[in-house]
């Protein structure tokens, strides 16, 4: 169970940087090419799937990432990350502020993957040594 930690912050840092790159690239794709609005329709739903995916995701890569070695600072980096990304997909928001909420929680908690990534390949579990 532990050994798959690595590979599920694997998982959600990828998740995450799709998720940023919507965030950032799309809305510049559609601001600069007025002409694929039509055909780039992101419905409103999308950021609700996308949190639907990532909050299990991310939990779970935090969590048996924290439990290997014992860092509390991925595991807030993920839960702040996790719940600004939740705030912007959810809340009565503007559109300026939910993106920017989404990207920075996005952001967040894709350094606390990458933290607990490192984290996770510096200690052996206590049942390799």
């Given at each position: 169970?532990?050994?798959?930690?690595?590979?599920?912050?694997?998982?959600?840092?990828?998740a995450?940087?799709?998720c940023?790159?919507?965030?950032?690239?799309?809305?510049?794709?559609?601001?600069?090419?007025?002409?694929?609005?039509?055909?780039?329709d992101?419905p409103e739903?999308?950021?609700?799937?996308?949190?639907?995916i990532?909050?299990?995701?991310?939990?779970?890569?935090?969590?048996?990432?924290?439990?290997?070695?014992?860092?509390?600072?991925?595991?807030?980096?993920?839960?702040?990350?996790?719940?600004?990304?939740?705030?912007?997909?959810?809340?009565?928001?503007t559109?300026?502020?939910?993106?920017?909420l989404?990207?920075?929680g996005?952001?967040?908690?894709?350094c606390?993957?990458?933290?607990?990534?490192?984290?996770?390949?510096?200690?052996?579990?206590?049942?390799e040594s």
């Open positions: 169970m532990q050994k798959s930690a690595p590979l599920l912050d694997g998982l959600a840092l990828s995450s940087f799709l940023l790159l919507h965030c950032l690239a799309l809305p510049l794709i559609i601001a600069a090419l007025p002409a694929l609005a039509n055909v780039l992101v739903s999308f950021h609700r799937w996308m949190l639907a990532a909050l299990p995701l991310s939990a779970g890569a935090i969590w048996l990432g924290w439990r290997r070695h014992g860092h509390v600072v991925p595991l807030i980096l993920a839960i702040i990350g996790l719940v600004s990304m939740s705030f912007g997909a959810l809340a009565d928001v559109p300026t502020i939910e993106t920017a989404t990207t920075l996005g952001l967040i908690l894709a606390g993957h990458v933290g607990n990534w490192r984290l996770g390949f510096a200690r052996p579990c206590p049942d």
